[in-house]
């Protein structure tokens, strides 16, 4: 993996002050709701959709990329920093207080059916932005930024994100076992109800497993997705008693129009791009080839960085302000606000992107994660054989296996560093104090950063 690292005397972020755009989204809203309040300008009300789809495009385009990462004896530095935390934070209570405003001004009978649109659609970008709040916090550590990531998710109705992407995600991303991982030849609109429907699934069968491990049932109130979905139906039950029924279709219509924001994004990220089996039948590690990224500054600046999308896979629990551009890793031709509009047309994604997906493979797609129902017809197009028959191609690499040893109390995770100690087992998961790291299930991964499987796992002198 090459990287181009900032030149490390002297070492300070630049971008510092400029993270402060990915918060200032919900206060734009704020202030676009204050600003038709003082001047009836309807189209201020349209302030969401024409930010993600016209300023921030034209933005990308005009500011460029940056490939510079900092150097890494400032990671620690840069993760240890309060405010980029406090950067994260901010967003949450702009987003409820818009949400709730948005709410009442829309069923306040002040409103044309024109601005109840535009302002359906603004208050679904901030909430659809805010899914990628969550996923900030959700992948941390602390049980704060957990329960934040939670809170977050609520007017989306989409809380199983928080499990679903965490461990069924980032364990699956770029195989044809993940609903979040877009196949070539896939429109965006075949793909959203597959990912809408796969991932709620996903997330279910997560906590199920958890939960039998409990000796508990899955409709019991540990189940993550129920408290995720429980806080949804509350909020949304609060704002319909007060406000009536059309509060309620409000709230729908932007959840899902927010839901499929993240949705598109998923799309562009991992679109065609495949992991190889290993002999064993495990995937192979993910790597910096199986993420599209992009380095195109202002959307980075307005989401979290999340376009560095990469490492993020490599190192899940590292905070956005430390994330690495590496030179390997595919790009997109711009940054995802500019690609969402080309998603919604397959004619015009597929003239794009086919080509990026065919020469990232080297002109073999049998390297590529391909619509089964599409491949025949795509390898001729190509002019590509087909010689694996659309079974994932195998890797020659030694397979990875745990250490022997068996005498070990205490095993840690080489990405993350979670460790497993025997002592105290991990009762959120269903290993209760003194279970043996022998007698974790072979599917188990760690419980922090969801990439390393156990057999990944190394064992720790302490």
Known sequence: MTTITANETH????????????????????????????????????????????IIPLADLIVGTDTTNPPETAVSQLENDRYYRAIVFTYVPAQLALTVWGVWLATSGQLSGWEIFGLCFTVG??????????????HKKSGAERWLAKLTLMPAA?????????????????????????????????????????????????????LNRLDKSVWSLE???????????????????????????????????????????????????????LPSGRYERCQPRHSWNSNHIVTNLFLYQLQRHSDHHAHPTRRFQALRHFEDSPQLPSGYASLLLLAYFPPLWRKVMDPRVVAHHGGDLNQANILPSKRKEILARWGVEDRTGGEVPLVETAEETAAASTEAKA???????YVYRQSEGCEAEGFSPGTAFSLIPDDWCCPDCGVRDKVDFKPLRE
Not at 16 to 45: K, M, Q
Not at 125 to 138: D, F, Q, R, Y
Not at 236 to 257: K, R
Not at 411 to 417: K, T
């Open 411 to 417: 095993w840690h995770c080489p990405g993350c560093g």
């Open 125 to 138: 970008v901030i909430n659809g932005i805010a899914i990628n709040t969550a996923h900030e916090l959700g």
């Open 11 to 54: 070492w300070s972020d630049g971008k510092r002050y400029l993270w402060l755009f990915s918060p200032l989204v919900p206060f734009l809203g704020l202030i676009a709701i204050s600003l038709y309040l003082a001047t009836g300008w309807s189209t201020l009300l349209w302030m969401g959709p024409v930010l993600v789809y016209i």
């Open 158 to 210: 989409y809380g199983h994100f928080f499990i679903e992407h965490n461990k069924g995600h980032h364990v699956n991303v770029a195989t044809p076992d993940d609903p979040a991982s877009s196949k070539m030849g896939e429109s965006f609109w075949a793909f959203l109800p597959r990912t809408v429907v796969g991932s709620a699934r996903s997330a279910w069968n997560i906590e199920k497993k958890r």
């Open 223 to 277: 189940n993550e997705n129920l408290q995720a979905w429980g806080m949804t139906l509350v909020f949304f039950g609060v704002l319909t008693v007060w406000l009536g029924w059309p509060a309620l279709v409000f709230l729908v219509i932007q959840a899902a129009y927010g839901a499929s924001l993240l949705e598109v994004v998923n799309y562009l990220e991992h679109y065609g791009l495949l992991r190889k089996k």
